[in-house]
T-cell receptor, first 116, second 116 residues
């Protein structure tokens, strides 16, 4: 069965500092991996996705993530945090085939705070 | 571009009442799903559908019913509301995982339900 673990329910950084949000996955087959962002009182918006092409994936708003099979990780990074990055971030894994293919399994989320 | 539309956005129910959360998408997506979001729990899958006439249970299906009579609509029914069903509910849809598609989910804005 697939699962996702996000390390750290809250992360706080200063404006301009590096953002690192951690995600580890468990999957018996090569997965599809996603990062979503949720701003307060809004739905989830796709930041980026990994689909077995390039291991370094670039997304919107300056975010990127690197797929590391040996570490079963898909950490999200941004070189310089901005106040508008304050939100909750979710990592998700999807099985690319099988009876329940199509279901995304989400991590519990990481709330990012950005201090001025 | 409407995307995924959920109604109502807010609802307050008394214990034992029933109601239906509506979800409609205009992207001709075969796959639709319902999640609930609770603090510290991430998003948990309630029910999903891979096409009209086909539904299946997710991780937390108890107390909820769904049906899929058309490609566009996927209503979620609460038969007898309980305080434990107080949550934010998200409907999401995607293309099927074939033809090179990667299956990212498109989310509605959410429906906030309070059961007293």
């Amino acid at each position: 069965a697939q699962s996702v673990t996000q390390l750290g329910s809250h992360v706080s950084v200063s404006e301009g500092a590096l953002v690192l949000l951690r995600c580890n996955y468990s999957s018996s087959v090569p997965p599809y991996l996603f990062w979503y962002v949720q701003y307060p009182n809004q739905g989830l918006q796709l930041l980026l996705k990994y689909t077995s092409a390039a291991t370094l994936v670039k997304g919107i708003n300056g975010f990127e993530a690197e797929f590391k099979k040996s570490e079963t990780s898909f950490h999200l990074t941004k070189p310089s945090a901005h106040m508008r990055d304050a939100a909750e971030y979710f990592c998700a894994v999807r099985v690319p085939y099988g009876g329940s293919q199509g279901n995304l399994i989400f991590g519990k989320g990481t709330k990012l705070s950005v201090k001025p | 571009n409407a995307g995924v539309t959920q109604t109502p956005k807010f609802q307050v129910l008394k214990t034992g009442q029933s109601m239906t959360l509506q979800c409609a998408q205009d992207m001709n997506h075969e796959y639709m799903s319902w999640y609930r979001q609770d603090p510290g729990m991430g998003l948990r899958l309630i029910h999903y559908s891979v096409g009209a006439g086909i539904t299946d249970q997710g991780e937390v299906p108890n107390g909820y019913n769904v049906s899929r009579s058309t490609t566009e609509d996927f209503p979620l029914r609460l038969l007898s509301a309980a305080p434990s069903q107080t949550s934010v509910y998200f409907c999401a849809s995607s293309y099927p995982l074939r033809g090179g598609r990667t299956g990212e989910l498109f989310f509605g804005e959410g429906s906030r339900l309070t059961v007293l």
